[in-house]
């Protein structure tokens, strides 16, 4: 499966956490990957509600239950956000523009999450640069996802 997602927004999400930190290309990939794996993985859960509502159009509620985000204030670009929520579905589902924003924002704090505790890891085996094993720890914390 490729990564649809452009790296420089996900390297961008890192380094605003990271405060400081280098940040190896390796890192990028993995958060990128991981998105897009999360992505895929919410999309499927919302069309088996939207299933359940008799509902062919996958809707921002089945991603958030605050307020629609602002889509430019989002480091996440919404096309292929777009593209990671069909990877899993069948064609026979729509996904409404709202769900698109929502889906990115909800995306985009999962990512802050992975990289504010990834440059945490960093910091605690005293380096200076984020590298992909300190993004796939995060997977194996108690709190990681």
Known sequence: MSVE????????IIRR?????????EATEALAARIQERGAALAVEAAASADADGRKTLMAEDFI?????????LALPIAPVDRIARLDIDD?????????????????????????????LARHADRRTVTVADVETYEELPTGE
Do not use: C, H, K, Q
């Not at 990271?18 to 190896?24: C, E, N, P, Y």
């Open 5 to 12: 997602l452009p790296s420089a927004p996900v390297d961008g």
């Open 17 to 25: 956490n990271a405060d400081g930190l280098r940040v190896s290309a």
């Open 65 to 73: 239950d605050d307020e629609l985000p602002d889509s430019d204030a």
């Open 92 to 120: 026979r589902y729509r996904v409404s523009m709202d769900a698109r924003i929502a889906l990115a924002a909800e995306l985009e704090t999962y990512a802050d999450r992975v990289a504010m505790a990834a440059a945490l």
